[in-house]
C-alpha cells in the first residue's frame, strides 16, 4: 500500500487489455499503478502508444523486469497464453496477488492444457493454487485467492448464458449447442491474414470448428456447476465489429418448463449479481459496449422443447479486463462495483 491506495502493475499494457486495464484502473479510487510494462516499447510513455490517454497517463512503459523487484499487492498479466506461465513461475515467491488473463491456469491439468493448447504446460504447481475468476460463480474462493485465472471472453458469455440451468440440475445430457460471435479485438493488437481489413469487412465467417480452446474451458465449468461431466458443441465466428461478443445458446431441459419459470431460474440465480440482467428481449451487443454488464434473455421454446439463452458481453471488459478488476476487487476486500459502474455505450 502508498499513500492508502494499494499498488498495481500491469504487464502487457500494449496490448488492447491491458490498455483497458489502465483506463478502468487510472479511475479506481483504491489503486495506483506503479508500474506499466512493455519489452517492445519499454522507454516510451505509455500515451506515445495509446494517444487517448495524453495528459492522463503519460507514465514511461518499463521492462516488466522492474516488477521483480518491486512490492506491488496486485500484479495484472495481460499477456498471451503460453507467455504468462513463465511470469507465474518466476514470480511464484512474491506476496503480490497475481490476475492472469491467459488461459494458463484456468483448465484443471496440465495433460488437458497440453491436449487443448498443445504446448506442456511449464508451472504445474499453478493448478492447484488458481481459481478461476468467474466472480458471479466463485467470488467467495476468489476472494481468498492469491492466482486468478480470468476467463476467457466466449467462456464468460456462454457460462453465463446457461449457469443457472446447469447449477438446477436442468440441463438434459448432451445437448448443449453454443453459437458465439466476436468482435476482432478478441484476437489481440497484432495483425494477421485472418484480421486484414479486408478478409474481415463485410464479411462473417467461422472458425476453430470443433477444436476451439474455449470448448473444453466451458465444459469444465458446466461440469462444476452440473456436477457431471459435460460436453458442449462450441463454434465461435468473428464479426466485423471492434468488439462485442454474442452467445446464442441452445438446449434441452430433463422437464418441461415455460417463459415464467424459466424468467425466475435466472432472476433467483443472479439475484445480488450486480453485473448480471436478466432481459425480456434478445439483447444486442451495443447494449453492452464500454461497460461490465453481462445482458441475458432466456427464452423458452414451447414448440420445441427448448432453452435459447442469447447473451451479450464486451470482449474486452466483462470478457477480460473489467472482469480482472471485479477479481481485485473481490482479493483486496472492497466493494465489489468500485470503478465498474460505466453506462454502456450507444449508439
Ligand atoms: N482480447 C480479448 O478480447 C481477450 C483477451 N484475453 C487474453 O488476455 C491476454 C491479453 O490479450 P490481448 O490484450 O488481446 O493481447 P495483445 O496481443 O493485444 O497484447 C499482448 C501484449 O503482451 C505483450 N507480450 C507479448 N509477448 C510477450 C513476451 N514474450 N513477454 C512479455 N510481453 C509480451 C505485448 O506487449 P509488448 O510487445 O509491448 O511487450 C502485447 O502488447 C491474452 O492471453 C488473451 O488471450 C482474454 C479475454 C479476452
Ligand atoms: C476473435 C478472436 O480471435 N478471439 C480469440 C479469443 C480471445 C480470448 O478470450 O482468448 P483467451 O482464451 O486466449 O484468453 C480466439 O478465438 O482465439
Known sequence: MENDKYTIG????????G????????????????HITSETHK?????????????????????????????????FLALPHGVSMDFVKKWKHKKSKIIDLSG?????????????YQKDHVFVEGFENAVYGQPELFAEQIKKSS????????????????????????????????DAKS????????????????????????????VHR???????????????????????????????????????????????SLNS??????EGKPFVRIRKIAPAIKDVRGSHYCDIFPFWDERTGRVIAISTIDNLLKGAASQAVHNMNLILGLEEKTGLEQIPLRP
Open 265 to 270: 431460474i435466472y432472476n433467483d440465480f443472479y
Open 147 to 178: 492466482l486468478v485465472a480470468n476467463p476467457g471472453c466466449y467462456p464468460t458469455a456462454s457460462i453465463l448464458s446457461l449457469a443457472p440451468l446447469f447449477a438446477a440440475g436442468l440441463i438434459e445430457e448432451g445437448s448443449v449447442i453454443i
Open 10 to 17: 500491469i504487464v502487457g499494457a500494449t496490448g488492447f487489455t
Open 214 to 260: 474455449h470448448t473444453v474451458e466451458i465444459e469444465e465449468q458446466f461440469s462444476i456447476l452440473g456436477k457431471s461431466n459435460v460436453q458442449v458443441q462450441f463454434t465461435p465466428h468473428l464479426l466485423p465489429i471492434d468488439r462485442g461478443i454474442l452467445a446464442t445458446s441452445y438446449a434441452k431441459t430433463t422437464r418441461k418448463l415455460d417463459q415464467e
Open 104 to 116: 494458463d491456469f484456468r483448465l484443471s491439468s496440465p495433460e488437458v492444457y497440453k491436449d487443448w
Open 43 to 75: 522507454g516510451k510513455l505509455f500515451s506515445d502508444l495509446h494517444p487517448q490517454f495524453l495528459g492522463i497517463l503519460d507514465q514511461k512503459l518499463e521492462s516488466a523486469d522492474v516488477i521483480g523487484d518491486s512490492e506491488l499487492d496486485v500484479i
Open 183 to 210: 468482435g476482432l479485438t478478441g484476437a489481440g493488437v497484432k495483425a494477421n491474414d485472418t484480421t486484414h481489413f479486408s478478409n474481415v469487412n463485410e464479411n462473417f465467417k467461422a472458425y476453430g470448428v470443433g
Open 19 to 34: 490498455s483497458e486495464l489502465a483506463r478502468l484502473l487510472c479511475q479506481h479510487e483504491n489503486v495506483t499503478i506503479k
